[in-house]
């Protein structure tokens, strides 16, 4: 399935930004970082979705890690990869990537909150 890994998540971000050739401006412990932020993000907004976790810490992803698996529904997991580019974004200083980031986010936040997934 898509985007079940750590690995897969890097991957998808990367085609996104069109970051895909070395040396990379997104490092793979800045990407891994955002999707560990992401998944605090989207539990306040969704906690329905974490309800395994309510108990139990959620599992800290990281890039050596690549093969572990992202405990996450399926119909959400763009979600997740719009966030990470997002947040990726705002880091660039360009004047008109602050436009690009704040829509990145805000379809981090419909995808999230969407009943139709």
Same mark, same amino acid.
Request: glycine content about 2%.
């Given at each position: 399935?898509?985007?079940?890994?750590?690995? !897969?998540?890097?991957? #998808? &971000?990367?085609?996104?930004?069109?970051? /895909?050739?070395?040396?990379?401006? %997104?490092?793979?412990?800045?990407?891994?970082?955002?999707?560990?932020?992401?998944?605090?993000?989207?539990?306040?907004?969704?906690?329905?979705?974490?309800?395994?976790?309510?108990?139990?810490?959620?599992?800290?992803?990281?890039?050596? !890690?690549?093969?572990? #698996? &992202?405990?996450?529904?399926?119909?959400? /997991?763009?979600?997740?990869?719009? %966030?990470?580019?997002?947040?990726?974004?705002?880091?660039?200083?360009?004047?008109?990537?602050?436009?690009?980031?704040?829509?990145?986010?805000?379809?981090?936040?419909?995808?999230?909150?969407?009943?139709?997934?």
């Amino acid at each position: 399935m898509a985007l079940s890994t750590v690995q !897969e998540y890097i991957d #998808e &971000v990367r085609v996104l930004m069109q970051d /895909r050739r070395v040396p990379y401006r %997104y490092s793979d412990e800045s990407i891994v970082s955002e999707l560990n932020i992401a998944m605090l993000e989207t539990r306040k907004m969704r906690p329905d979705l974490f309800m395994k976790y309510f108990r139990t810490p959620y599992p800290d992803f990281k890039p050596e !890690e690549p093969t572990v #698996e &992202v405990p996450f529904e399926p119909i959400y /997991r763009m979600a997740l990869v719009y %966030y990470i580019c997002g947040k990726c974004v705002l880091r660039d200083e360009e004047e008109n990537d602050e436009a690009r980031a704040g829509k990145l986010l805000a379809k981090h936040a419909r995808s999230i909150l969407s009943t139709e997934g």
